[in-house]
């Protein structure tokens, strides 16, 4: 009995932690401090012409970002998961560094290249293969190169002998 209340107990927290995990289905016409009560807080705001864009990275390990934009009378106008395909397409040799994270949010992972050379971004996301997608960026805060490489996660559980 005593594992079964501890099994139940841990299935209850698990659950309630997804909670938070993507916006509600019924954002529209929500207030900033409403979506906030119920996403938590944003990781990044940033103003935009036609109001405020609100960054919410999520998942396990970052496979979704939320761009929640808010009108000028700060509410729920569109939200968009911009971890995508179509989106990663965009990005291309020469954009800038800002451009990169207005575009796709805040990378799961930075590593620094050698010699100084700049760093590679790499972005989590939700597809059938065990990949991320990756962005040089040079020492002159631009786009280098894109292309998409293994995440160690995945390297290590290749690596696994099953006798």
Known sequence: M??????SLICVSLLSACSGYAPPANLKDLTQAQLVAQMGPPDKQRQLASGTRLEFPRGPMGHHTWFV????????????QVLTEEN???????????????MLGRASH???LGRS????WS??????????FQVEIS???QVRSTGYGEPPECARDRDIIIP
């Open 2 to 7: 005593l594992r079964f209340s501890a099994l």
């Open 69 to 80: 934009d808010l009108g000028p009378d700060g509410r729920v106008i569109k939200t968009e």
């Open 88 to 102: 990663f397409a965009r990005i291309t040799p020469g954009l800038s560094q800002q451009e990169v994270r207005d």
């Open 110 to 112: 930075i590593q620094g």
């Open 117 to 120: 050379r700049g760093e590679v």
């Open 123 to 132: 972005y989590r996301y939700e597809n059938h293969f065990c990949q991320w």
């Open 139 to 141: 020492q002159e805060l």
